[in-house]
């Protein structure tokens, strides 16, 4: 949420967000105004740091001189990297992000680097500050160069034009056949729309969100022809006037997000008690206690208010989110206590410090499928088939096969 400090030590964008969304477009938007704003008037030198686990190439790039500039699109950020003397100096290097579940930038003393901070820009004053990239759950990523993914359609906050057209032209896909809340998360065609906004974006608008995309799409574009033949000669400030009073589906997934943009532009500092504060009281719908929830086919969980709709899944029942928390149930008393070994004990001690999976990392690992498999460990082990029982033998049997076998075992019979 908002920008970080531009003077000073700790500021940085993000850093409480995490606990409870994945960053999704207004956050990218929020991090490119944060760099702008931080480091306009900065100026950097020397090499980028990177750290040995960090999800990106090294950055082949050394100035003596040289500043940092931002600009975002959907769901990726793109910094360049310019050198001031531009005819004595390397040529200007692009490097494009993704921030996966946790990423944000912080722009702190060099000397007090937080933790994570996976490629570090150092500025040329004395003591020198850095602006890091700091990713606790490493799943966002760099690469080198100015492309966004070819795969990701127009930006739902910057090319709003374009993105509405490319998506009511492109009606006949069959990923139109899939629910409305499966679709808002299309890159394709919603780049920069994520779980909250699907949610709060459904929600407005009170369409179920299981009900058949392309039915839902198709009244759009039936009411936009509609409009256009039976006043022609509206002014571009009418049909405004018009949206905005009566937005649609399409116009939601553009003002929504600024709506998050502007309300938390406001708060410059991340320590600020506010900070999340005015981005939960914001919320509708996401997270809402008394809200429905259930999971689409890609195993994301979306919520809602009212009835499904007709594609939900077969065998879910709904969820409510609880008003309050659930009282702990008290232990028994005349249960008694097992005698715990110390390697027993320590077995528990590491199951209670494994968290649980949580709803954003499920939702980052389906971007990471659809991206390609991330290298590293495998994901799972293969399971060992158990060997058959043997089965039991009557204890007759044992000692008869007991006494053949000391028989057998003695010396030879004299003759």
Not at 275 to 280: E, G, S, V
Request: glycine share 8%.
């Amino acid at each position: 949420m908002g920008a970080g400090r531009a003077a000073g030590g700790g500021g940085g964008l993000g850093l409480r967000r995490a606990a409870a969304t994945m960053p999704e477009c207004p956050e990218l938007h929020l991090a490119g105004r944060f760099i702008n704003g931080a480091c306009g008037a900065l100026v950097f030198a020397g090499g980028v740091e990177r750290s040995a686990v960090g999800r990106g190439p090294e950055v082949p790039f050394r100035s003596e001189a040289y500043g940092i500039s931002a600009v975002a699109r959907g769901k990726e950020l793109r910094l360049t990297l310019s050198a001031l003397d531009r005819a004595a100096g390397p040529p200007a290097q692009d490097l494009v992000f993704r921030f996966g579940m946790s990423g944000s930038f912080r722009l702190c003393p060099a000397a007090e680097l937080p933790r994570h901070a996976h490629l570090r820009f150092l500025t040329r004053e004395s003591p020198p500050r850095a602006l890091c990239f700091v990713d606790p759950r490493r799943f966002g990523s760099w690469r080198l160069g100015d492309a966004w993914q070819p795969e990701r359609g127009p930006c739902v906050v910057s090319e709003y034009q374009a993105f509405r057209e490319n998506v009511l032209k492109n009606l006949d896909d069959r990923a139109f056949d899939k629910p409305i809340c499966e679709v808002l998360l299309n890159q394709k065609y919603f780049n920069g729309i994520g779980n909250y906004l699907r949610a709060e974006i459904l929600y407005r608008l009170k369409i179920p969100p299981f009900e058949k995309a392309r039915t839902v799409l198709e009244a759009l574009k039936e009411q936009e022809q509609e409009r256009r033949k039976k006043d022609p000669s509206l002014t571009l400030s009418k049909k405004v006037k018009l949206r905005q009073e009566n937005p649609d589906l399409l116009e939601l997934c553009h003002s929504v997000p600024m709506e998050v943009i502007m309300a938390e532009k406001q708060l410059l500092d991340p320590e600020h008690p506010d900070y999340y504060a005015t981005f939960k009281n914001w919320l509708q719908c996401y997270l809402v206690p008394g809200m429905s929830s259930l999971r689409d086919r890609n195993g994301r969980t979306i919520w809602f208010q009212g009835e499904p709709g007709p594609m939900a899944p077969k065998g879910q029942r709904p969820r409510k989110t609880p008003r309050k928390k659930s009282p702990q149930l008290k232990a028994e008393p005349e249960a008694a206590s097992p005698e715990v070994t110390p390697r027993a004990s320590k077995q528990r001690r590491r199951a209670a410090a494994k968290p649980l999976k949580s709803e954003e990392k499920e939702e980052e690992e389906q971007e990471e499928q659809a991206d390609g498999p991330r290298k590293g460990r495998a994901r799972g082990r293969r399971t060992v088939a158990a060997a058959p029982a043997s089965p039991e033998v009557p204890q007759s049997v044992r000692r008869s096969r007991r006494i053949s076998a000391h028989r057998g075992r003695g010396a030879a019979p004299a003759v």
